[in-house]
């Protein structure tokens, strides 16, 4: 029910904190991988490695998902090259080129900053599953849209365990706007999995807790203390419900928002 082999799978932010994992373990099940990432050279070089490591098909292709034109290309390319697509894994997310900027205290956060991240982290979604979601409704075989949200587009963070934390250097907090819109692929989530039902394409909702992924310790240490497991995630942790998703292991499953979370959203 796990096989893959001989479909086609489609990952946007395929070389961001998530991505690279995502595709491996993609590749591993046997399937054919597009690397759609804002860095063309990543892409390929991860491209290259899936290839070599898997004997599956891999490319990258560089695409700014919040352009409509951008997006329409790729999409053309993918069906062009492999025919049709049958997983999109829906994960991009911005790229935070300012991390102070992003991290503002929300009564200092400006408008031009939220309509940044949000043309990428909610608008983004919206044009890559709107291309790639009709193609697989007009294909025979339907298709499997998995959206990368986060445990905070169900519930607000506890402020308190960013007391002292930061990332890289820079003290973090979770912005109004991440919330926002990942809340956001949530209800798109549940919208597109109702009108494309009938179709055979499946579109659920992954909500990730916090993965380690440069966080200094004392973040890690709060972080864990609200979590029932008593730590963080590992990467590679969150790419089986991925697998399930994309496979016929879960073919009557759709609209559903999907915790990967060690327990957290049970408290």
């Known amino acids: 029910m796990f096989e893959l082999t001989g479909k086609t799978a489609l990952i946007t ?3 961001g904190t ?73 994960n991009a997310a911005n790229n935070m080129p300012d991390a102070k900027e992003y991290f503002s205290r929300f009564e200092d956060y400006s408008l031009k900053e939220w309509r940044r991240v949000l043309s990428v982290d909610l608008d983004g979604m919206f044009l890559v599953a709107q291309a790639v979601g009709d193609v697989m409704a007009n294909s025979e075989c339907g298709g499997s849209i998995i959206q990368t949200a986060s445990v905070y587009a169900s519930y607000a963070s506890d402020n308190r365990i960013y007391e002292g934390a930061n990332f890289n250097g820079v003290a973090i907090n979770n912005p109004a706007v991440y919330s926002a819109g990942k809340a956001g692929v949530l209800g798109l989530t549940r919208w597109l999995a109702t009108y494309w039902a009938d179709r055979g394409v499946r579109v659920n909702a992954l909500l990730p807790g916090g993965v380690e992924a440069g966080q200094n310790s004392e973040f890690k240490s709060r972080y864990g203390a609200r979590v029932p497991m008593g730590r963080m995630a590992q990467k590679q942790e969150i790419a089986g419900a991925v697998i399930w998703l994309a496979s016929d292991a879960s073919s009557y499953v759709t609209g559903q928002n999907i915790f990967v979370d060690g327990g957290l959203s049970a408290w």
């Open 18 to 90: 998530l991505g690279p994992v995502f595709a491996n373990a993609l590749a591993e099940f046997g399937a054919n991988i597009v690397l759609c990432d804002i860095k063309p050279n990543s892409a390929e070089i991860l491209a290259q490695t899936i290839t070599e490591r898997f004997g599956v098909r891999a490319i990258g292709i560089e695409c700014d998902i919040s352009d409509k034109e951008a997006v329409a290309a790729m999409t053309q390319q993918v069906v062009g090259s492999f025919g049709t697509v049958n997983i999109l894994l829906n």
């Open 13 to 15: 932010g395929a070389c």
